[in-house]
C-alpha cells in the first residue's frame, strides 16, 4: 500500500512558477507515479509521470518544456515543478500511483488511454492550482 499526500497549490498569475509536492508513504519502488489535473467540466488529464527505478519520465504534450517532475529519494517524494504558468493549467492537481510494474501504463496515461488512467489506484486528495490572466 502506499499512500499520498499532495502540497504546494495556489495562486499565481500567468507566466509565472508554481512546485507542487507529492509526499508519499509505503513502497512506491516499480510503481508509476505522477500527476493528473482536472479543470471543471473537463476530464482528468495525466500530467507528468515517472516510473520509479526504472529512470522513465513522461509528459502531456500540453506541458512539456514547463513542466519538470522529480524525484527526493531520501524523502520519498514527487515534486512537480511548474514553469511558465497559463490560465488553462488552472485545476486541481492531484498525486496517484499505480501498483508496483505497471511501466506501460506510465507510457500511455499522457495520451489519455482509458485503460492506463484505471491501473492508477491510489490518489491524494489534490490541490488546486488557480492561474489569472
Known amino acids: 500500500q502506499v499512500q499520498l499526500a499532495e502540497s504546494g497549490g495556489g495562486s499565481v498569475q500567468a507566466g509565472g512558477s508554481l512546485r507542487l509536492s507529492c509526499a508519499a508513504s509505503?513502497?512506491?519502488?516499480?510503481?508509476?507515479i505522477g500527476w493528473f489535473r482536472q479543470a471543471p467540466g473537463k476530464e482528468r488529464e495525466g500530467v507528468a509521470f515517472?516510473?520509479?527505478?526504472?529512470?522513465?519520465?513522461r509528459y502531456a504534450d500540453s506541458v512539456k518544456g514547463r513542466f519538470t517532475i522529480t524525484r527526493d529519494n531520501a524523502e520519498n517524494t514527487l515534486s512537480l515543478q511548474m514553469n511558465s504558468l497559463k490560465p488553462e493549467d488552472t485545476a486541481m492537481y492531484y498525486c496517484?500511483?499505480?501498483?508496483?510494474?505497471?511501466?506501460?501504463?506510465?507510457?500511455?496515461?499522457?495520451?489519455?488511454?482509458?485503460?492506463?488512467?484505471?491501473?492508477?489506484?491510489?490518489w491524494g486528495q489534490g490541490t488546486q492550482v488557480t492561474v489569472s490572466s
Open positions: 509505503g513502497d512506491t519502488y516499480a510503481r508509476c
Open positions: 515517472m516510473h520509479i527505478g526504472a529512470g522513465l519520465t
Open positions: 496517484a500511483a499505480t501498483p508496483p510494474y505497471h511501466g506501460a501504463e506510465c507510457r500511455l496515461v499522457v495520451t489519455g488511454d482509458p485503460s492506463a488512467l484505471r491501473a492508477f489506484e491510489h
